[in-house]
């Protein structure tokens, strides 16, 4: 190294982007992502769609949310204030081993919290897809085998991270070097690209699962285009966890990347996961309002009894010309009558019950 060439400087040390700058883009996010959630409770109550079971996950991928944006603001001062003595900003002190420790510790705190947001989101997106489902063996098979997949790579990218640089008995001590051997780069890069490989599978797993149901039905072009468009919402996190690692590893190479970026990258996806899990809520908002003419939702019923219906039921005329069996007719066809209406109830409360909430049947066939 020659006298004018400036000394190598750690990019994991380099400050990137500014410290206000990053806590304010921080707050900003996580603000976004608290304020999608009040449209979407507020839309699921207007509907009464509250309890169902894919909104369990989107509370607790919301909890998981802001417990990782909180782990960030408090990791940010640390972060810095290192980057400052490693860039000769600031003078050395006493607590800096201390306080790496601590950025050691919350930057593994903040993975677990961020993935346990994706998956979370993720696993609400297939508790929406299964009702469209349910009533297909074949595809609720494919659905269990999604959820599966989903649960064992959350189970996967878990104990990864837990082992890697050591495991937990490295993490828990304070070393100058730590995560630095050969080894080490091998388990943190195992984790890194192990947990991108999952988020981004099980993001093209859940979205190709119910586009296989959609092109499949007999419904017209748009409506089809429609569907394709709110099932593909998890598109946006596999853009964003593809532009995450990219940026990662082009400012300060994935192999040692900048905690800085790490945070905000993190963020974003982790905020978009959040629109993402709460957009399939607003379909509610474009289900038919009175006045309008509903689809179609009818069924096809056959008559009871060929015989009878194939002929007109005789005329009140002939039966007061037939006075001899005129009343036991008039008997026969209020038995009928009073069948065939309580078989009629049952198919009206069968038709309301496959047409959409928010939608109302069209009345049965004419028995």
Same mark, same amino acid.
């Given at each position: 190294? &020659?006298?004018? &060439?400036?000394?190598?400087?750690?990019?994991? =040390?380099?400050?990137?982007?500014?410290?206000?700058?990053?806590?304010?883009?921080?707050?900003?996010?996580?603000?976004?992502?608290?304020?999608?959630?009040?449209?979407? =409770?507020?839309?699921?109550?207007?509907?009464?769609?509250?309890?169902?079971?894919?909104? #369990?996950?989107?509370?607790?991928?919301? =909890?998981?949310?802001?417990?990782?944006?909180?782990?960030? $603001?408090?990791?940010?001062?640390?972060?810095?204030?290192?980057?400052?003595?490693?860039?000769?900003?600031?003078?050395?002190?006493?607590?800096?081993?201390?306080?790496?420790?601590?950025?050691?510790?919350?930057?593994?705190?903040?993975?677990? $919290?961020?993935?346990?947001?994706?998956?979370?989101?993720?696993?609400?997106?297939?508790?929406?897809?299964?009702?469209?489902?349910? =009533?297909?063996?074949?595809?609720?098979?494919?659905?269990?085998?999604?959820?599966?997949?989903?649960? $064992?790579?959350?189970?996967?990218?878990?104990?990864?991270?837990?082992?890697?640089?050591?495991?937990?008995?490295?993490?828990?001590? &304070?070393?100058?070097?730590?995560?630095?051997?050969?080894?080490?780069?091998?388990?943190?890069?195992?984790?890194?690209?192990?947990?991108?490989?999952? !988020?981004?599978?099980?993001?093209?797993?859940?979205?190709?699962?119910?586009?296989?149901?959609?092109?499949?039905?007999?419904?017209?072009?748009?409506?089809?285009?429609?569907?394709?468009?709110?099932?593909?919402?998890?598109?946006?996190?596999?853009?964003?966890?593809?532009?995450?690692?990219?940026? #990662?590893?082009?400012?300060?190479?994935?192999?040692?990347?900048?905690?800085?970026?790490?945070?905000?990258?993190?963020?974003?996806?982790?905020?978009?996961?959040?629109?993402?899990?709460?957009?399939?809520?607003?379909? $509610?908002?474009?289900?038919?309002?009175?006045?309008?003419?509903?689809?179609?939702?009818?069924?096809?019923?056959?008559?009871?009894?060929?015989?009878?219906?194939?002929?007109?039921?005789?005329?009140?005329? !002939?039966?007061?010309?037939?006075?001899?069996?005129?009343?036991?007719?008039?008997?026969?066809?209020?038995?009928?009558?009073?069948?065939?209406?309580?078989?009629?109830?049952?198919?009206?409360?069968?038709?309301?019950?496959?047409?959409?909430?928010?939608?109302?049947?069209?009345?049965?066939?004419?028995?």
């Amino acid at each position: 190294m &020659t006298a004018n &060439t400036p000394p190598k400087v750690d990019p994991t =040390a380099e400050i990137w982007i500014g410290e206000k700058s990053l806590f304010i883009f921080i707050v900003f996010m996580m603000v976004l992502g608290s304020l999608i959630l009040l449209p979407t =409770a507020y839309v699921r109550w207007r509907h009464r769609r509250i309890m169902e079971p894919e909104v #369990i996950f989107i509370v607790l991928g919301y =909890a998981f949310f802001l417990a990782h944006e909180i782990v960030l $603001l408090s990791l940010q001062p640390l972060v810095y204030r290192l980057s400052y003595v490693a860039l000769g900003m600031k003078p050395y002190y006493k607590e800096i081993m201390a306080e790496r420790h601590n950025v050691v510790v919350l930057a593994n705190v903040s993975t677990y $919290l961020f993935y346990a947001t994706l998956w979370c989101i993720k696993i609400s997106l297939l508790l929406f897809f299964r009702q469209f489902m349910s =009533a297909l063996p074949e595809q609720l098979r494919w659905w269990k085998m999604a959820l599966g997949y989903l649960i $064992l790579t959350y189970i996967f990218g878990f104990l990864v991270t837990l082992l890697s640089c050591g495991g937990p008995h490295q993490l828990g001590q &304070t070393t100058k070097k730590y995560c630095q051997s050969h080894i080490d780069g091998i388990t943190r890069n195992l984790s890194l690209f192990g947990w991108f490989a999952a !988020d981004v599978s099980t993001d093209l797993l859940i979205m190709i699962l119910p586009l296989r149901l959609v092109f499949a039905m007999h419904i017209s072009h748009a409506q089809k285009i429609r569907a394709g468009a709110l099932f593909s919402v998890g598109m946006l996190c596999m853009i964003t966890a593809i532009i995450r690692l990219v940026q #990662i590893g082009s400012k300060t190479g994935v192999t040692n990347p900048n905690v800085q970026w790490f945070s905000l990258w993190g963020t974003v996806e982790a905020t978009t996961a959040m629109v993402v899990g709460c957009l399939p809520t607003f379909r $509610l908002l474009f289900k038919a309002r009175p006045g309008k003419t509903p689809p179609n939702y009818s069924l096809k019923v056959p008559p009871f009894n060929s015989d009878s219906s194939s002929k007109p039921p005789p005329s009140f005329n !002939d039966r007061q010309g037939k006075a001899n069996s005129g009343i036991h007719l008039n008997i026969i066809s209020s038995r009928r009558s009073s069948r065939h209406l309580s078989r009629g109830d049952k198919i009206t409360a069968s038709t309301e019950n496959l047409a959409p909430s928010g939608r109302a049947a069209d009345p049965p066939a004419h028995l």
